[in-house]
């Protein structure tokens, strides 16, 4: 096994642990896939189970019974792979953000919100792509192309509690009709 260290930081502790023992590696990682395939054999049983349930039983809630199977049916080994990439995507809209993003607008935009305090949102964002909300990026032109051309002016701004990044450096988003109140 090639060098490979593990750094992790355990939770209200400000020193992390670095791991780089290769045999404890191995063994944490055989133990994970372990998990793995018992944690997915057991979907697999369990959406069995609840589609028996469902199919067999003389009860008026027999139905139902195919609610905990669709969950089950998720993490069954065929199926857990795209979970989770699923899953973990939807993580990466939110995890991570930088600290600080640009929001490019017009002279006329940058005077509005100069005297109001409030970034208006937009009702149809990067040409409509992403729906209504507040627009933001970590690279302006030219670079960022998803930036329309008149808006040249940047405002820089802490991000946003319920932003989302869409593409990275490139657009990031809080959605809503909302405007963001931001200090004068």
């Known amino acids: 096994m090639p060098d490979i260290a593990l ?18 590696i191995s ?7 372990q998990l793995y395939r018992q944690s997915t054999l057991a979907a697999d049983e369990a959406a069995q189970y ?11 809630l027999a139905p139902l019974a195919h609610v905990p199977g669709v969950f089950a049916a998720l993490w069954t080994p065929d199926v857990a792979p795209t979970t989770a990439t699923v899953l ?20 006329a935009g940058a005077a509005g919100i100069a005297r109001t305090g ?15 909300g507040v627009y933001m990026a970590r690279l302006g032109p030219p670079l960022n192309m998803m930036i329309k ?3 040249t002016v940047p405002i820089h701004l802490p991000t946003p509690a319920g932003t989302v990044r869409i593409l990275p450096y490139l657009v990031y988003v809080r959605w809503g009709g909302r405007g963001l109140k931001i200090a004068k």
């Open 149 to 151: 051309e008149v808006a």
């Open 88 to 107: 973990g995507a939807a993580g990466y809209g939110f995890a991570a953000l930088p600290k600080h993003l640009i929001h490019f607008t017009t002279t």
């Open 50 to 60: 609840w589609a028996n349930v469902a199919t067999t039983s003389d009860s008026s």
């Open 7 to 24: 750094t992790c930081r355990r939770e209200g502790c400000g020193t992390p642990v670095e791991v780089s023992d290769a045999g404890t």
């Open 118 to 132: 409030v970034i208006h949102a937009s009702r149809a964002g990067a040409n409509g792509v992403f729906g209504p």
């Open 27 to 33: 063994h944490l990682m055989f133990k994970l896939r």
